[in-house]
């Protein structure tokens, strides 16, 4: 089955492996006439990228981008984009061991399952870098939303125990903190956390939040394409997260009606809500607030320590697993979250242009 | 855009508003084969019915299934079958108030915005009957599996404070209890909480979980289609689901790696694993375990005391909704979350018969 | 495979057999605000149905169409718009025979092949009654191009030998004759022809032929969603239709490129073509011409004379079909051409919508 | 709109213009376990290349294929298969002329009509390059198909007026030849014709025949997604494609039923037919005979002779094409023609995996 791509009208692909030649997406529907360039892409791919920090993999990835297609003269022709981003820094090193067993927390016994055999090089399709395609996609995504005056912001919540305190929400720490926390004291706990989490031979999981500010209302569908349940999938297809909410999302189960009702009022002549519980979507249609989504993350499974698993011989063994590993998915996922979302968005604004006869016929009378 | 439609080879699209004509389903792509009757359906829409009890409203739906086509001599033939359910008990009333406001917590001014009016009679499309084109499907989606040895089962997790002891698992308190609930002392528990919460003119919330067994490994692709990507998405569909889990879900945001991974070993000559963690899936395909899953339900939104909100002319307003509605949303929506994921399970079994060459092979020179 | 759906934002979903208790059909992603009665699509209907004239069979089918959902207060509400007719002439006779063979020209065999069953009163599925949802459906989507200004207009363009002039076009002529060939003269011929065919106990095939006017240029897309190509699909999936061409079609094989080059030229400020070899579509995208289309339609299978033919256990046979069959599909089936053709049209204009920058800029800031 | 993704389970997804840095294409959802390498896709690609004889365009393209991803230790992953070929020589001319007009046959005007603007080197996306990454796809897909029995094979059926002797079907002279007619001397007599037609600054149409052997029965779906409706979609989704037939094509329209039905009959135990006027479909489904496609192709529309035209700024001119190009399209289609058959039929195989229950039940009992 095709699981690569994404989208109905703005629809990625994406390709590669860890350890394969390169990785890449095309995406194709992205409307014609968007000044775009390497550098637009770059910057996000930047922000996945490892070794900014001692808290980070150690490797080296430059993960430059490449345009190849659907841009002329610095503008998109509406055709489809392909970028190609080269592996680099893939050493060749000995994989027969890790070829034979199934490491705890990771997908080598499922795709075994599925498929028969595996690429075990760094985990082949189900590393973290097949998430370099869709954070490109995204890069673009972003670009159209904001000239459309739609803004997405995703973030470290928390990181073990440690949460950051949204009264001191501060935009450019998400950037430049190795935690990509909105809050600088709380980079600074999570950080020694994270240090004794590594000294401990163990890793960490954490919460990361996304926001998406300036949407307007009517944006969704009922019944299956609900705008929440596409982030759900969404958010849920990135590796490792194993829960997502909207809005106040596992905390409405201890509610009341009246504690959880956000009330509609009037703000210039625009209708507004008192609260948003709901993270700005009813009935799977935003209703013009912001969106608020949420995405637990497990910790890292590859950690420094004897683990119990079987091998591809049916035996029950004893493994160490050695190479380079981060202690803590979320930082680099954050930008992957932010991303998602902002496809998902866009396709959902795409759509939404022939909701309406009214739409239809001005489009077609201009 | 077609957001009635679900799933790429048994693929449902359901139709209908809540005082409208009727209510249905078109499942296509539906093997052909199968023993089916109105009575194999009925059953699980029977469990959505109201009017089981003092805590469900007291509306009296029939809510009875009839085959329309695709069916021929008891057996599906491969052609759609057309369920149908006709609307008997929706009562003319004066919707003019209801209508020209929009209540908090429901999809009325979200439905306005996207497409400039609605059916505002009972919530329309996004009432809750719309869900009785997904049991319908969903029922002849669970007795497909069971042929293959996978049962899928949801219960009521927990209702406002009370929880189910899941150490007195009782499969038959499901069916038999008014709230769902597999543990007849907390379903005593949660009765009395209702009450109140109605006494109080108030609705409360809940949690519910659903977990599927049997399932072989390696069904799920990677990347997008990810099987628990999948399952989000159709669990997140359902009205006034805010948050879904998979596994230990948003509890591993707290974890340590040690703690969360899932060990394998083996019994009886098969890969097992020593705890369940990850909910059965792994890199987005099953690991053979039991599948575990999660969804958090927000209260009802019509509570019987005033609210603050706007009308359609842009003034605030105080309204008083009157009506039948329940307490609580879980108890009725768990079979709705049952047949949302046996349709995802089944039709990813179906896309997987494809993934090995061996398979095709084989299958094509048998 | 859910090979009854069709469309990408306006989605139809078609059900139903010949002889079952009804057929009909769900419309999805119809745009909100279009005032829609049962009329509106009774009137396409009737053109389908049979026993107008004596070239027709004599069956009796009421087929009135009743719309179940998706219509409030006489306008569309953007929800799946259910249609279903009834079945009420489907006469109880004695199947038990045609259902031990497999009628020459028919889709007993492959059915058989495929579900290992068929439903074979009257064809089940493959009969042409599985044309009342397209029709049905397609009568919304040529409601909504009239109200962009575009018209699809289909007819018969020849019968065995006798070929519409098509100098005497008369558009009236469609709709009053039983061939619904848009010339009187050889409207006589061919009911004479055809009159002959049935005295020798034989089946006359024949072409359709589309025009649809009013077309913007710039609608389709390149590569694989070309509006040809989907035209070509919607075209050729009307059972018995064994070639589909635009333009010029078949005859551009023998053409010279100076001959078969449409030059483009200007009229009151607007690019136009001198000629249309084309068919009013370029690389896949419209031109702003008329679309012209050809359908060449097979002989009715079903012929009262003795045919050889197999049996279910192998056994090779004689047979003799009774019962009640047009002596030829074309009259009958132009209307099916011109609905399937709005409704690819249709589904590619609402696509459009989102192709360039400027559009979904000034969409969303107007 | 995503124009450039073909299939549902085997699902390829081109990208690429004439003039940029290279074109490619992602398979996704090939079966695992395939042995693949660039040699298997080379010799398709090869086949597509100009500069094989004098009727061809005189430019040099190595068009050579590299596997990005998906292919591990030479075999299929059942991940994304990425290929890549590059652009090399693509000489870097002044376009500011043909920028500037529009091309009669061309997709010029209705890409600017489209997007606003267009590439307009080599004719950016609307080039023949395009067909590269189908080509790629399909030699995997005909890999595939040969390992469970079935061959598509595809040739010149008539150049300009001459048309191939099937009863001296040569399957060599195929490859061979310059026109890639199964006929030596059908070749010789369309050489001749052809260096008349260059001689004239004039060019050539023509027809291509695909012919599908050691079909299963049993294979495509009813209604919508019929065989042979997917197959003319295919067809006509390759530029200059005009018409697509399938058995007798547009001849049927002339034919009487008794003439045009196909007598089943017994052959060794296995349900076979006297004829294959249908060309091996009915109902939308294969019947076990050999498939059989017609495509008629446009001639090329660069011709060296002077054109009328308009230009962008609405003024009517005179224009002369220069540059390379080939005086007719078919030869080189061929391959392509083949190629699409061969993913459309592969797609329909993998599809028709799930159709009876019994398959199922069998495949995960096993």
Not at 6 to 24: P, V
Not at 39 to 49: F, N, P, T
Not at 85 to 96: E, F
Request: with cysteine; glycine share 10%; net charge negative.
């Amino acid at each position: 089955m095709a699981g690569s791509t994404y989208g109905t009208i703005f629809k990625i692909t994406t390709w590669g492996e860890s350890h394969g030649k390169a990785l890449g997406v095309v995406i194709d529907g992205c409307p014609a006439g968007l000044a775009l360039n390497e550098a637009d892409i770059q910057c996000y791919l930047d922000r996945r990228k490892p070794g900014a920090s001692n808290i980070a993999t150690p490797r080296k990835e430059a993960d430059s981008v490449e345009i190849l297609s659907g841009v002329f003269e610095g503008r998109t022709t509406g055709t489809p984009i392909s970028l190609i981003v080269h592996n680099t820094s893939q050493i060749s090193k000995d994989y027969s061991e890790i070829a034979s067993y199934y490491r705890p927390g990771h997908a080598d016994y499922t795709f075994d399952s599925k498929y028969g055999f595996r690429d075990y090089r760094g985990g082949g399709r189900s590393s973290g870098r097949e998430t370099i395609g869709r954070v490109a996609a995204g890069a673009i995504a972003c670009k159209i939303l904001l000239s459309l005056g739609i803004t997405v912001c995703a973030y470290t919540r928390s990181i073990g125990p440690i949460e950051a305190d949204l009264s001191k929400f501060d935009p450019q720490a998400i950037l430049n903190t190795p935690t990509a926390m909105p809050d600088l004291s709380a980079d600074k706990a999570a950080r020694d956390y994270l240090e004794t989490i590594k000294q401990e031979t163990d890793s960490a999981g954490g919460c990361m939040e996304c926001i998406v500010e300036g949407m307007p209302a009517g944006i969704g569908d009922p019944v299956f394409e609900k705008l929440d349940a596409n982030l759900a999938k969404a958010i849920m297809s990135i590796g490792a997260v194993k829960a997502v909410e909207i809005g106040d999302g596992h905390q409405v189960a201890a509610r009341r009606g009246h504690e959880n009702n956000d009330a509609f009022r009037m703000e210039d002549g625009v209708v507004k809500k008192a609260t948003n519980h709901g993270g700005g979507i009813s009935g799977g249609i935003s209703d013009g607030d912001a969106i608020v989504l949420r995405a637990y993350v497990k910790p890292t499974p590859s950690i420094f320590r004897t683990q119990q698993t079987v091998n591809q011989s049916g035996e029950e063994i004893s493994i160490n697993i050695k190479g380079r590993h981060d202690p803590i998915i979320v930082p680099r996922a954050v930008v992957v979250m932010e991303c998602m979302t902002a496809i998902t968005i866009l396709d959902a604004l795409l759509i939404n242009m022939s909701a309406k006869m009214d739409s239809i016929v001005s489009f077609y009378h201009k």
